[in-house]
C-alpha cells in the first residue's frame, strides 16, 4: 500500500523548525525586535513555499525573492538574512543535506549615511518639553547627550546606573547583549537625573516607565517616539529619534575625539561604522584646510 503524505505535513516540518529556530536565538537573548521581524519574514516565506525543508532549493528561493523586488534594498536585505540565519540553522542541525541560500546573490546596499543636525535645532526641541514632563525631558536628553541608541535608553534600570559623585555612569545593554559602561559626563544632565529619581522615589526597576497604564513597565518605543515627533511638531523642527544618535557622533567628530573612543561610546562592533560619520562631517576638515590656507598665505 502507498501511502501519500498530505502536503500539510510537509509544511508543518517547516513550521516546527521556524519555531526551534526562533525558540533558540530567544534563548541566546537576541533583542525582541530581531526575534518578531524574524518571525515575520520567515512567516511570509512559509505562505509562499508550502512544501518541507528539503524542497527549500535555490530556484525556489530566487523565485520568492523575485515577488519581492517592488521592496525597498534594505527590506529585501533583511527577508534575505532572515532565511540566510534560518537555513543555516537548519543545516547545522543537520535538517538539510545543503544550505541553499549559499547558490543565491544577496542584496548588496549602501551603508546609509549617518544625519546629524546642529546642536541647536535638538536644543529648540529638548525647549519645548514642558518642565513637568521630567521623564521625557530625561528621556531625550540622554540619548542626545551620550548618543545611546533609543532601544538601549529604554531599557535602562535604576539597578544600571552608578551614582558616584563626579564619575556618574551607567551599564548599556546594547545589540547582541554587549554590554559598555557610558559616562554620564554632562552635569546639567546629571542634575536632571537625580532630580527625577528623587521627585519619583524610584530605587530598582525601570528608569523610564510607562505612565497611561500605571503598570511600572517600561516605556514602548512606539510611545516613546510619538512623544518625539508631538514635541518636534510643537517647536517647528523636523528630526528623527535616531538622529540625536548621529548628532552626538557627529559632534564628538568635529570635536576630535579619537574613533576608537567613539566607537565605544557608541557601542560600535566595528571600527568602520564608526568612520562613516568621519566621512561624513565636513567641519572639521574645513577648519583644518583653512588653517592651513591661512598657514601658506603667511610665509
Known sequence: MTIVEHPRTRASELEQATSEFLAELEHANRSP???RAYKADLEAFGCFHRGGLESITPEV???????????TPATRARKQAALASFLGWCYRNDLIGSDPMAKVERVRQ?????????????????RSIPPGKKRDRLLFGLIYQTGMR???????YI???????????VTVVGKGGHQRTVLLDDPKLVRQLRGYLKEKGYSRGPLFRA??????GCLRYQ??????????????????????????ATELVNDDVPLETIRRRLGHRSIQTTLRYAEQSDR????????????????
Request: hydrophobic share 30%; charged share 30%.
Open 110 to 126: 549602501q551603508p546609509p549615511t549617518p544625519r546629524g543636525v546642529e546642536a541647536e535645532r535638538v536644543e529648540r526641541v529638548l
Open 211 to 216: 505612565e497611561i497604564n500605571g503598570d511600572g
Open 150 to 156: 533609543i532601544s538601549e535608553a529604554l531599557g535602562l
Open 159 to 169: 539597578e544600571d546606573l552608578d551614582l558616584t559623585p563626579d564619575d556618574e555612569h
Open 284 to 299: 572639521t576638515t574645513d577648519d583644518q584646510i583653512r588653517a592651513w590656507r591661512r598657514g601658506r598665505q603667511g610665509r
Open 61 to 71: 528561493l530566487r523565485r520568492y525573492f523575485t515577488t519581492l523586488s517592488g521592496l
Open 33 to 35: 525586535h530581531t526575534l
Open 223 to 248: 510611545s516613546a517616539r510619538e512623544l518625539w515627533v508631538g514635541y518636534c511638531r510643537k517647536a517647528g523642527v523636523e528630526i528623527t529619534l535616531h538622529q540625536l544618535r548621529h548628532t552626538h
